[in-house]
């Protein structure tokens, strides 16, 4: 989410020199890194619902890959287990247009991991007279679509009434902070 926002307002802003690369990079990392951990608690889940020898479990896991919401299932893993992983390359960590790419993508993974564990874990229940497809009505996505509404509502007022940066950072960016700069440092004689 850090990515998502971080790319288009560090470009809307002008604030290259005081987000730099570096920033970028390594955001990319800390991604790459609980991409990681994502993938080994993804893969933890299956084996204790392939280990356990429960069938209501190993049923549940079973239908998030090959039940009728499997295209939730298979894009909770792919964009939160495989996408992640080009950040091992420094290439795509320096190609901005492919960060941003790839944090959506992760987004839309965080998204679907959500919808699997609700839809995915109520359309079987333990009482097969339960059972169902669902199927979003319009209050449903009109509700889905107001989150984002609200989310960049708020955002947006956060970035005009609160700093966007903190000025401790930016003043360690800024050229008087750099003790062998003309402008910064101590002058000749000790006297600033």
């Not at 609980?34 to 619902?49: H, K, L, N």
């Not at 564990?117 to 059972?131: C, T």
């Not at 996505?141 to 903190?166: D, K």
């Amino acid at each position: 989410m850090v990515l998502t926002l971080l790319v288009p307002l560090r470009k809307i802003c002008k604030l290259e020199e005081v987000i730099t690369m570096r920033h970028v990079d390594l955001i990319c990392k800390v991604t790459l890194a609980t991409g990681c951990i994502v993938s080994y608690a993804y893969a933890m889940e299956y084996f204790i619902a392939w280990y356990s020898g429960n069938p209501y479990e190993r049923f549940v896991f079973w239908q998030r890959l090959f039940g009728k919401y499997w295209y939730g299932g298979w894009a909770m893993l792919a964009f939160n287990m495989v996408t992640p992983q080009l950040f091992w390359f420094k290439k795509v960590r320096e190609n901005m247009i492919l960060v941003f790419i790839i944090s959506i993508l992760v987004n839309i993974g965080m998204w679907f991991e959500r919808f699997v564990i609700v839809v995915g874990s109520l359309y079987h229940d333990f009482i097969p007279a339960n059972w169902g497809y669902f199927k979003p009505t319009w209050v449903d996505v009109m509700t889905y679509v107001g989150t984002f509404g609200l989310f960049f509502t708020f955002f947006l007022l956060f970035i005009r009434f609160l700093p966007l940066i903190a000025i401790a950072e930016v003043k360690g960016v800024t050229p008087q902070a750099d003790p062998h700069h003309p402008l910064g440092g101590a002058k000749e004689g000790g006297h600033h």
